[in-house]
């Protein structure tokens, strides 16, 4: 099986992806207005001279929308197809994209999730599913 | 800015496969068709904005010029209306007096890829390509206001029937709107046909003052008026629809072009994917948000029946993808009245709009 997209790794992210490694999902706060926000940048787009700290999320959030690959891109989801990808909305704030585990017909706008963790190549990546299954 | 500064000359290319040539043969061919069109020499050129094309400098060596104004912009298609706004600022301000702004791309030839290029932000998860950025909003769009994939088969269908009467169109068999149906998903809900079509060409265009335009062969183009907003605060798809930008943008435009939104007649419309015209619609105020798909549906953006005629060349959905380039050089001849069995009649005012994260719009007036 070919490999999996690996995903940049840079200054900013890399406490993201290490936190995976340990099945945590983080992203950072802004100490002035207590916004969190992602992907990880260097500095709050919201007061870009305060400082920030790393938060833990509960890991869950909401499915705001998902769409359906036909179309290969990436040899490591070619026998993935049709997957999914969705734009979830953490609790905490942020928005994301990223899978729902199961099936792409139980998938819905407003529906709960939380996160899980897929071994992906070399990282663990946070995706999700129903906030109800076990 | 109302009315300060002209097009005078638009040239293209043909649209197609052409590894014969490259990004500055395409670029060259076209600006000598421009340079033609507009009745001026090279010598007359002394500003040049590059698109697409690897190096300025070169480009300018291969046609002979020495500006005394010169800039290359960002690839992305959002930079056509930056390129001819930042041309009219130059002009208007005296920096440059003819400015010709030149685009090649070779990207079908090269098998340049829309998605899977490494680093992408959202790879690890298979997130990858604008086709899917734009199938991730409009299912939000479905959901939020009940719209359908039919509406966007309806844009689709209207653009093709507009390409079937342009002969630099790529695609130009009519397709139905169940053969629309039929096509193939690429990133549900998107389907084959709601995706531009990659390919070779080249697109110039010449600016200039509205005195130098006064002895030239072609009647000037007004740049009447432009507005535009960046929105760079989602790294995700939007979640807007780029609704509030393109509502500041319509906000503006009318009034610096100094007529209504009633008085436009022809709209070209960065169609990208089918959903952009839809969001486009709406936010520039044709209809109220949400209402997009009714108000297409009884053909008002269909020449010779609509309204509102939009994309008459066909758009990036199937005359070719040259990213607003050739859209807005539809605009000028549309404006000029030379495009025969697909023209407008009695056009004066055409639009340019293009929903993206630098959301923009341009009026262009005959007189």
Redesign the interface.
Same mark, same amino acid.
């Given at each position: 099986m070919a490999d999996m997209p690996q995903p940049a790794i840079d200054p900013w992210n890399k406490p993201f992806w290490d936190a995976c490694e340990q099945e945590k999902l983080v992203v950072q706060r802004c100490g002035e207005t207590g916004k969190a926000w992602f992907p990880p940048s260097p500095v709050s787009p919201y007061a870009p001279a305060a400082e920030w700290d790393w938060m833990e999320c509960s890991g869950e959030g909401e499915v705001l929308s998902w769409v359906v690959f036909h179309q290969k891109y990436f040899a490591g989801f070619a026998e993935r197809l049709p997957y999914n990808c969705a734009l979830i909305k953490l609790d905490e704030g942020p928005l994301l994209v990223s899978n729902i585990d199961g099936s792409n017909d139980a998938i819905s706008i407003g529906q709960k999730v939380r996160v899980l963790f897929e071994r992906r190549g070399d990282v663990n990546v946070p995706i999700f599913t129903a906030a109800g299954r076990s | 800015m109302r009315d300060k500064v002209c097009v005078v000359g638009v040239g293209n290319t043909r649209y197609g496969n052409f590894p014969e040539t490259d990004s500055y043969g395409l670029g060259a061919q076209a600006l000598v068709a421009a340079v033609e069109d507009a009745g001026l020499s090279f010598k007359d050129i002394d500003g040049l904005i590059v698109n697409r094309i690897p190096s300025y400098e070169r480009f300018a060596q291969m046609v002979g010029i020495n500006p005394q104004f010169c800039l290359p912009t960002d690839m992305a298609g959002r930079f056509a209306s930056v390129s001819l706004t930042i041309a009219a600022q130059a002009v208007a301000s005296g920096a440059a007096e003819t400015v010709a702004l030149v685009y090649g791309n070779n990207g079908r030839s090269k098998r340049m890829?829309y998605?899977?290029a &490494?680093?992408?932000?959202?790879?690890?998860?298979?997130? %990858?390509?604008p086709g899917?950025t734009h199938?991730?909003?409009w299912?939000?769009h479905m *959901?939020r206001f009940g719209t359908t994939t039919d509406d966007l088969g309806r844009v689709a269908s209207t653009f093709r029937q507009h390409a079937s009467m342009n002969a630099d169109a790529v695609m130009r068999t009519p397709f139905t709107l169940e053969d629309y149906r039929q096509a193939?998903?690429?990133? &549900?809900?998107?389907r084959l046909l709601d995706y531009c079509l990659i390919n070779d060409g080249g697109v110039a265009w010449i600016v200039t003052t509205p005195e130098r335009a006064k002895d030239l062969r072609k009647p000037p183009v007004y740049v009447s008026g432009y507005a535009q907003r960046d929105v760079f605060?989602?790294? %995700?798809?939007r *979640?807007d629809f780029w609704y509030p930008a393109l509502q500041e943008v319509a906000g503006e435009v009318y009034d610096r072009a100094g007529i209504g939104r009633d008085e436009i007649d022809g709209l070209m419309i960065y169609d990208n994917f089918t959903p952009t015209v839809l969001f486009t619609l709406e936010g520039l105020g044709f209809c109220p948000q949400g209402e997009s798909g009714n108000f297409i549906k009884d053909g008002i953006l269909e020449l010779g029946k609509g309204r509102l005629p939009a994309n008459t060349n066909g758009g990036h959905l199937s005359e070719s993808y040259m990213q607003g380039w050739a859209l807005i050089a539809e605009a000028v001849r549309q404006a000029r009245g030379e495009c025969g069995d697909r023209q407008i009649e009695g056009a004066r005012a055409i639009q340019y709009a293009c929903a993206a994260n630098i959301a923009s719009s341009i009026i262009f007036r005959r007189d």
């Open positions: - | 890829l998605g899977g &490494e680093g992408g932000q959202w790879n690890p998860w298979g997130m %990858t390509s899917a199938a991730m909003m299912r939000m *959901d193939r998903p690429i990133c &549900e809900p998107l605060d989602q790294a %995700t798809p *979640d």
